[in-house]
């Protein structure tokens, strides 16, 4: 007797996602003090992750003023793209040398550049920096490109190992692909100095390498502006680069998929190869990109009462983050360097076991490699934060930390 045919037979099993099971562990949990800073989300004071005062001003609008669901094309809205360049360089257009792309996200302009990158250097490696976002190597990985790795955060320092990162970067060779967070590096928030962008632009274009900067927090470091200048020097001076970029944070449109890719070339007729091959590879992976969420960022961008009321509420953002930093670097010695950093997101110093151990002892909900999400922490959960994690760092005495006066200013 002849089996059934076993269509996934031959798969291998995969892992689960850690940071999902991590939510699904504190979803569980019935402590009323459980703590969750894992998921990299912008929250309030009170927990809350809003849905932004601009965004639900410009949603009503395109209610009232959309008159068509029709197909937005494989480049998605121009006008979008075009804002957010404008974000990114300061340029009032794309320019000549320039092509932007709408995409589902900052991953899907992750996807598209890589594909991009199969297509014209196949042999090209992609090197990342240790640690980087769980989800990069795997994106490039998935587009067929070989992934190598250069040290880059100093856990001593709590600072970004540059000498380091250099000298593994002699390795690389004309036509690999160098891959920098924008700002407020994810997991760490070290940032480059405006002399480390400098450096690195130099490298690139002394050695030929591309540079493919990914651009997922402008606005919740230092200011708009002001995190975008190693990109946009980066941009101005080496011939060949990528960007990608991610509206889902500073725009708190996480679930609508809000991104764009923006690809630069040294002559005319390569950006056209680069665009015409762009647009094929996203025409095969999503067919037409979804328009509400991109709709509304152009929105506000377009209306400057509606971009006036974004940025201040992005700064609220913005100045809460660096509150809660202060807070938690005062809390002790050890926690010093979290002032220095920016945007969502730390790494302590603490094992996988201590992180456990933390868990189970306190209901504090981190992943295992030591990142917190800033956001996730408040007047009430600071301090307690801190008495849960202070026994497990490296020189510390044990000794309990609380501080009311701390709590206190984090309200303002």
């Given at each position: 007797m002849m089996l059934p045919f076993q269509a996934f037979a031959g798969l291998v099993p995969q892992k689960p996602d850690a940071l999902l099971a991590l939510i699904a562990q504190y979803r569980a949990d019935p402590r009323a003090d459980k703590i969750d800073v894992g998921v990299g989300v912008y929250r309030t004071e009170t927990g809350e992750t809003p849905v932004m005062r601009a965004v639900k001003d410009a949603e009503a609008a395109l209610l009232n003023e959309q008159t068509s669901k029709s197909y937005l094309g494989a480049e998605g809205d121009q006008r979008f793209a075009?804002?957010?360049?404008?974000?990114?360089?300061?340029?009032?257009?794309?320019?000549?040398?320039?092509?932007?792309?709408?995409?589902?996200?900052?991953?899907?302009?992750?996807?598209?550049?890589?594909?991009?990158?199969?297509?014209?250097?196949?042999?090209?490696?992609?090197?990342?920096?240790?640690?980087?976002?769980?989800n990069h190597a795997p994106i490039f990985r998935g587009a067929g490109l070989e992934v190598r790795t250069h040290p880059y955060f100093d856990p001593d320092t709590a600072g970004i190992d540059f000498?380091?990162?250099?000298?593994?970067?002699?390795?690389?060779?004309?036509?690999?692909?160098?891959?920098?967070?924008?700002?407020?590096?994810?997991?760490?928030?070290?940032?480059?100095?405006?002399?480390?962008?400098r450096m690195l632009s130099d490298l690139c274009s002394q050695r030929g390498l591309i540079p493919f900067i990914d651009l997922a927090y402008q606005g919740?470091?230092?200011?708009?502006?002001?995190?975008?200048?190693?990109?946009?020097?980066?941009?101005?001076?080496?011939?060949?680069?990528?960007?990608?970029?991610?509206?889902?944070?500073?725009?708190?449109?996480?679930?609508?998929?809000?991104?764009?890719?923006?690809?630069?070339?040294?002559?005319?007729?390569?950006?056209?190869?680069?665009?015409?091959?762009?647009?094929?590879?996203?025409?095969?992976?999503?067919?037409?990109?979804?328009?509400?969420?991109?709709?509304?960022?152009?929105?506000?961008?377009?209306?400057?009462?509606?971009r006036a009321d974004w940025e201040e509420e992005l700064a609220d953002m913005r100045r809460r983050l660096q509150t809660v930093r202060q807070g938690l670097a005062s809390a002790h010695p050890l926690l010093a360097p979290v002032a220095t950093q920016r945007g969502l997101f730390s790494r302590l110093p603490i094992d996988a076991d201590a992180i456990a151990a933390v868990r189970r002892t306190h209901g504090i909900y981190m992943p295992a490699d030591g990142r917190i999400n800033i956001a996730g922490l408040n007047q009430a959960n600071l301090s307690r934060l801190v008495d849960g994690v202070l026994p497990h760092l490296p020189g510390s005495r044990g000794s309990s930390v609380s501080s009311p006066s701390r709590s206190q200013e984090l309200s303002a």
């Open positions: 075009q804002l957010i360049w404008q974000l990114v360089s300061g340029s009032e257009t794309l320019g000549e040398r320039c092509f932007g792309l709408q995409t589902p996200g900052g991953t899907g302009a992750l996807r598209v550049g890589a594909e991009l990158l199969v297509r014209a250097r196949p042999d090209a490696r992609v090197w990342i920096g240790e640690p980087t976002w769980p000498d380091a990162m250099l000298a593994a970067l002699a390795q690389a060779a004309a036509g690999d692909v160098l891959l920098l967070h924008g700002c407020c590096h994810n997991p760490t928030g070290t940032q480059f100095s405006r002399e480390q962008w919740l470091g230092d200011g708009m502006e002001e995190d975008a200048q190693g990109a946009r020097h980066m941009l101005a001076t080496v011939p060949d680069a990528m960007l990608a970029y991610s509206c889902d944070k500073n725009f708190a449109v996480y679930r609508d998929r809000v991104g764009a890719l923006f690809i630069r070339s040294r002559t005319e007729p390569s950006l056209q190869l680069a665009r015409t091959n762009a647009l094929t590879i996203a025409r095969s992976l999503w067919s037409m990109p979804p328009d509400h969420g991109a709709a509304v960022v152009r929105m506000i961008l377009d209306n400057p009462a509606l």
